[in-house]
């Protein structure tokens, strides 16, 4: 059984970052997030995926062609040359799916979940499609799933209104489709599986769901993406705990003293912490970082070649590649630093502030 991979949108809600790495691609714990993708799909006992693509495709595809770990998994690719949306980009991968039922997934889904189960569900119904749910607090930023007690769906509202939550179970990105569903889809146009394909499944009566409790996050927006660093980083989900290390310090990394390393903790090939620095609170810094003397950086991501210079603290943020945190100032509260942007000294960045690739702030310009 074969996978389409979802993973042609622009990743709005993640910029800066998805200005230049698209959103499959983002790392946690050092590692791109297509990596995780690729075992959820093996470890469901699939045989290929294809990549449905069309924002950013070069570095996914260049991402996969360097991947020596596909071990017989097949990859396709179909890439849009105009948005097709979430059903269209299916229908675009059909040339590569052989009239067998097939799973599709919302390319940007961190899951435990056990997706062979889902198939045999699906396989013991009379469904076109089984959609797998997950429980979440506010599912205003979902799509909303009403089952009955056969778990036939009984209503899909994709991004409800507030006063229209009537449960708290949502779509959780992770399908099974007959091949029936793809003579559905209208090629050649933009068209949504949430807002059209599921209502017509759903009023045929042919639209089951199956509730997965299994770990879940979609990695969308600054908070979540940086919420599943630090459950990937703390061994909650997405890699094999058996040879797990709470403190993934590549060798080459250079430290110097009196620096304190707090796991759980992931510091790439290439990285220089000068004397005196803390590191800690479920961090990842990439390749080549460089983290000046007495600097602290607590429950962030830093992407490759980030600087942040000496007495400078970065908590809970993400500081896109070769972006540099001038000396003392001060990046927190779920700030998003665009790559190659220059934070000025004594500057204080705070409240989910998002900076654009390439902005120079001079010294001491933002308080917060
Ligand atoms: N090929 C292709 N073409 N892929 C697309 C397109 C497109 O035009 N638009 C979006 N995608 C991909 C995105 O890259 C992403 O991986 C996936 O489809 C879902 O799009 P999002 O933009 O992330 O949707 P969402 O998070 O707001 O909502 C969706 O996911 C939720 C679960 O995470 C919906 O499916 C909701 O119903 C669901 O609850
Ligand atoms: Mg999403």
Same mark, same amino acid.
């Given at each position: 059984?074969?996978?389409?991979?979802?993973?042609?949108?622009q990743?709005?809600?993640?910029?800066?970052?998805?200005?230049?790495?698209?959103?499959?691609?983002?790392? !946690?714990?050092?590692?791109?997030?297509?990596g995780?993708?690729?075992?959820?799909?093996r *470890?469901? =006992? !699939?045989?290929?995926?294809?990549?449905?693509? *069309?924002?950013?495709?070069?570095?996914?595809?260049?991402?996969?062609?360097?991947?020596?770990?596909?071990?017989g998994?097949?990859?396709d690719y179909?890439?849009?040359? $105009?948005?097709?949306?979430?059903?269209?980009?299916?229908?675009?991968?059909?040339?590569?799916?052989?009239?067998?039922?097939?799973?599709?997934?919302?390319?940007?889904?961190?899951?435990g979940?056990?997706?062979?189960?889902?198939?045999?569900?699906?396989?013991? %119904?009379?469904a076109?499609?089984?959609?797998?749910?997950?429980?979440?607090?506010?599912?205003?930023?979902?799509?909303?799933?009403?089952v009955?007690?056969?778990?036939?769906?009984?209503?899909?509202?994709?991004?409800p209104?507030?006063?229209?939550?009537?449960?708290?179970?949502?779509?959780?990105?992770?399908y099974?489709?007959?091949?029936?569903?793809?003579?559905?889809?209208?090629?050649?146009?933009? /068209?949504?599986?949430?807002?059209?394909i599921?209502?017509?499944?759903?009023?045929? *009566?042919?639209?089951?769901? $199956?509730? %997965?409790?299994?770990?879940?996050?979609?990695?969308?927006?600054?908070?979540s993406?940086?919420?599943?660093?630090?459950?990937v980083? %703390?061994?909650?989900?997405g890699?094999?705990?058996?040879?797990?290390?709470?403190?993934?310090?590549?060798?080459?990394?250079?430290?110097?003293?009196?620096?304190?390393?707090?796991?759980?903790?992931?510091?790439?090939?290439g990285?220089?912490?000068?004397d005196?620095?803390?590191?800690?609170?479920?961090s990842?810094?990439?390749?080549?970082?460089?983290?000046?003397? =007495?600097?602290?950086?607590?429950?962030?991501?830093?992407?490759? =070649?980030?600087?942040?210079?000496?007495?400078? /603290?970065?908590?809970? %943020?993400?500081?896109?590649?070769?972006?540099?945190?001038g000396?003392?100032a001060?990046?927190?509260?779920?700030?998003?630093?665009?790559?190659?942007?220059?934070?000025?000294?004594?500057?204080?960045?705070?409240?989910?502030?998002?900076?654009?690739? =390439?902005?120079?702030l001079?010294?001491?310009?933002?308080?917060?």
């Open positions: 059984m074969k996978a389409v991979v979802l993973v042609g949108g990743g709005t809600r993640l910029r800066p970052i998805t200005f230049d790495t698209p959103k499959a691609l983002v790392p !946690l714990r050092n590692r791109p997030f297509m995780y993708m690729l075992d959820f799909l *470890g469901g =006992g !699939l045989d290929g995926a294809v990549l449905s693509l *069309g924002y950013l495709p070069d570095p996914i595809q260049d991402y996969l062609a360097n991947w020596h770990d596909l071990r998994f097949d990859v179909a890439v849009e040359e $105009h948005a097709l949306g979430t059903a269209g980009g299916i229908k675009n991968a059909e040339e590569y799916l052989d009239g067998d039922p097939f799973v599709v997934v919302n390319g940007d889904v961190l899951t979940m056990d997706l062979a189960e889902a198939i045999r569900i699906h396989k013991a %119904s009379d076109l499609a089984t959609i797998t749910l997950t429980s979440v607090e506010d599912p205003t930023a979902y799509g909303l799933v009403e009955d007690h056969d778990m036939v769906v009984q209503r899909f509202i994709e991004k209104a507030a006063d229209e939550v009537t449960t708290n179970l949502v779509n959780a990105g992770v099974v489709l007959e091949p029936e569903v793809l003579g559905m889809i209208p090629a050649g146009r933009e /068209v949504s599986i949430e807002r059209e599921f209502p017509e499944l759903q009023a045929r *009566g042919r639209l089951m769901a $199956h509730v %997965s409790s299994s770990y879940w996050r979609d990695i969308g927006t600054p908070r993406y940086l919420a599943a660093s630090h459950d980083l %703390s061994g909650a989900v890699t094999d705990r058996t040879n797990f290390e709470y403190m993934d310090v590549k060798e080459d990394a250079s430290c110097g003293k009196n620096v304190k390393l707090l796991p759980p903790l992931s510091v790439a090939e990285c220089e912490i000068s005196l620095a803390t590191i800690g609170g479920r990842a810094l990439g390749r080549n970082c460089r983290i000046g003397r =007495g600097a602290v950086v607590e429950g962030s991501i830093l992407l490759d =070649g980030a600087r942040v210079d000496a007495g400078a /603290v970065i908590r809970g %943020s993400i500081i896109g590649r070769d972006a540099r945190v000396r003392g001060i990046v927190r509260g779920l700030s998003v630093l665009g790559a190659g942007c220059v934070v000025g000294e004594g500057n204080v960045l705070d409240q989910g502030i998002r900076v654009n690739p =390439g902005v120079v001079p010294p001491r310009s933002l308080r917060f």
